[in-house]
């Protein structure tokens, strides 16, 4: 959506294009199987390879995820394989309702996203407008986007749009996450919508499937996919989890691993790629219990930036700031386990260092809602490409586990004993087994199967006609047509009453689902900046805990003595787990230290002759470029507290001696 006003880490104009020219230049990441780019039938896009920087950068990321939730949280991490067999993704509904909708250009075969080509062509005449009415473009991300959608949409002219198209305009981009295929279609026809690259007119929208399918094994019987979210796995082990955790509830698991998207139309960097880390959490929860958390009252007062439901199908985009406990209990937020969430991912990001004042949550709207959630909210980051998801926290109700269940006959359930013996009366099923089997042969595990899944509302509705006229048909697909007569010789269906000692029951989920690329991605523009009078070098203001590396040691020239105490200071900081690098180049120490600002390097040591006489050190701050200047214990001490996230420059820099002196050219 369009990128009004979107600024740096400093509020000053954002330059895209330095920042994209800083990550290929210090290899942050780069596109994968570049040198084969070009080459006829070689798609390379959507995929993505990390630098040394960007490796560091996301693993710390990692790494704060785990203490921030799995330790935090007593979570149970799992690994599981990506290679997922085709019925647990049929099972699962991936197979049949995991998809976008995509439009084929006749003439030259491209292939569109639907969503995406409104977007681009309805933003494109917005700005055209702007432009008519003597608007300015407010920032240089802006101005690039309109520059590129001129080149690529053809029919984009400086024409005023009456004010009411601008509104329906405005309105449909609110709410372009909410429509469906037919909803798209119409919204194409209505306002003659084309391809934009060549002015084509386009088939109606199809849906895609964006799972990548594969066999496995070496007959290609078995067919497969590579997972498109780590979730399966988890809701697959849940009894095992629930063993491991003392038949406790409620308990939650996690795990981070690489998914697979088979994206239509990839583009935005690392916003939008095939391959991509995820790190995922699945919170059991009795449904009985309201949804409650003990730990909520922590986290009451935690004001979040809420873009609700309502305020999309309105047409507009305005948030509110709500405490997270007002907005569970007006319900605007479902329950106070997924607003826990919403609050511990805030603080999450809050902790990486994105800016707050570019995080929204925003509540999912009813076409665009999964299938299998009754409520989702997104953690939406604001980058110069728009405002992207990064974090899905929905509430997936009992749906994975009990399809599962249903389809393997396994025991996805919670059984607990009652604190007092209830009676309960329903319709049971007892089946004549020794009669069953010759009967139905190999179906009769399918259809025994259906029998015992059958509702108690279906149960009651099958007994009277079983006894009456002999038999009833039971609904098993995949055996014959999907029906199947059941005579009442190998059945019976009868109202009965049971004491009950045991509560058994399926768990709900809560989820929160973090997409850890994009969220890399939106940090490092929240974090870059440019210092006046060095515009052509960027500056990454990553917290200290997240920076890539963590210390910068510059020897003041490449006189011999200096290199003992630089090899002695490596040692020191890796023995206390602190990365750091050594730039003993011929540059001056302030070209160093600038071009590893580019980097996030927070904190630098310069080893001079008064090293060599007293073995202190100064200590430089990115940020602010002050020094300090102390003994090596103090310094390492100092640099140990900052990049652990125990103190900040400020409380080091009060305790220590100012230092004034050369920095610099």
Request: charged residues 30%.
């Amino acid at each position: 959506m369009s990128q009004a006003k979107f600024t740096n880490k400093m509020g000053e104009a954002f330059d895209r294009s330095l920042l994209e020219s800083l990550m290929k230049r210090r290899l942050f990441y780069t596109q994968a199987f570049e040198i084969y780019q070009g080459s006829e039938g070689i798609e390379t896009r959507g995929l993505f390879d990390y630098g040394p920087a960007g490796c560091a950068l996301q693993a710390n990321i990692i790494e704060q995820w785990r203490k921030h939730f799995v330790l935090e949280e007593d979570m149970l991490e799992v690994d599981c394989t990506m290679l997922t067999p085709h019925d647990v993704l049929k099972t699962s509904g991936h197979v049949d309702k995991f998809a976008d909708w995509m439009c084929k250009d006749p003439k030259n075969g491209e292939i569109l996203r639907a969503d995406h080509v409104v977007e681009e062509v309805l933003e494109s005449r917005l700005e055209g407008d702007k432009a008519a009415r003597g608007q300015k473009v407010e920032d240089k991300a802006q101005e690039e986007d309109a520059k590129k959608r001129k080149k690529k949409v053809k029919d984009t002219k400086a024409v005023q749009l009456a004010d009411d198209t601008v509104k329906e305009y405005e309105k449909i981009l609110a709410q372009i996450d909410n429509y469906g295929g037919k909803d798209l279609e119409e919204i194409i026809n209505k306002h003659s919508i084309v391809n934009p690259s060549t002015g084509n007119k386009m088939e109606p929208p199809v849906q895609f499937n964006l799972m990548f399918q594969t066999q496995i094994g070496p007959r290609g019987a078995s067919k497969g996919y590579l997972r498109p979210e780590t979730a399966q796995g988890q809701f697959l082990n849940f009894a095992k989890l629930l063993d491991f955790n003392q038949q406790s509830m409620p308990f939650a698991s996690a795990s981070i691993g690489k998914s697979f998207r088979n994206e239509i139309s990839p583009r935005t960097g690392l916003l939008r790629v095939r391959e991509f880390l995820m790190a995922e959490i699945e919170h059991f929860v009795d449904p009985e219990s309201g949804k409650k958390h003990d730990r909520f009252p922590e986290v009451a007062d935690i004001e979040l930036s809420l873009l609700s439901r309502e305020t999309q199908l309105a047409g507009k985009t305005e948030v509110k700031t709500v405490k997270i406990s007002d907005a569970v209990k007006g319900k605007l937020v479902d329950n106070e386990t997924l607003g826990y969430f919403l609050a511990r991912i805030q603080l999450f990001l809050d902790k990486l260092g994105v800016d707050r004042r570019k995080l929204r949550f925003r509540q999912h709207m009813a076409n665009e809602m999964a299938h299998y959630a009754t409520d989702c909210w997104d953690a939406e980051l604001q980058t110069s490409y728009g405002w992207i998801e990064c974090v899905g926290c929905a509430d997936r109700s009992a749906y994975d586990l009990t399809v599962h269940a249903k389809r393997t006959g396994a025991p996805l359930v919670v059984r607990e004993p009652r604190k007092e013996p209830i009676e309960i009366e329903d319709y049971q099923v007892e089946i004549d087994k020794k009669k069953f089997g010759p009967r139905f042969k190999k179906d009769g595990k399918a259809i025994e199967e259906a029998i015992n899944n059958l509702s108690q509302n279906m149960r009651s509705k099958l007994a009277v006609p079983l006894q009456e006229t002999g038999k009833v048909d039971i609904e098993v697909p995949g055996v014959g047509d999907g029906k199947v007569a059941v005579e009442k010789e190998l059945m019976t269906i009868e109202k009965r009453k049971r004491t009950e000692h045991t509560r058994e029951y399926t768990p709900n989920v809560i989820e929160p689902s973090f997409g850890i690329g994009r969220i890399l991605y939106s940090l490092i523009e929240h974090s870059f900046w440019t210092r006046q009078g060095d515009e052509a070098r960027g500056v990454l203001s990553f917290p200290p805990p997240i920076a890539p590396t963590k210390v910068l040691l510059v020897p003041l020239s490449n006189h011999p003595d200096f290199a003992p105490l630089v090899r002695k200071l490596t040692t020191t900081l890796r023995r206390q787990g602190i990365s750091s690098r050594v730039d003993d180049s011929g540059a001056s120490i302030g070209k160093r230290y600038s071009r590893n600002d580019e980097l996030g390097t927070p904190l630098g040591i310069t080893v001079d002759f008064q090293s060599l006489k007293d073995n202190t050190f100064t200590l430089r701050d990115r940020d602010s470029t002050k020094q300090v200047r102390a003994k090596e214990a103090e310094i390492v001490e100092a640099i140990k507290r900052i990049t652990d996230g125990i103190e900040k420059w400020s409380d080091v820099q009060g305790r220590l001696p100012v230092f004034e002196g050369q920095e610099l050219d």
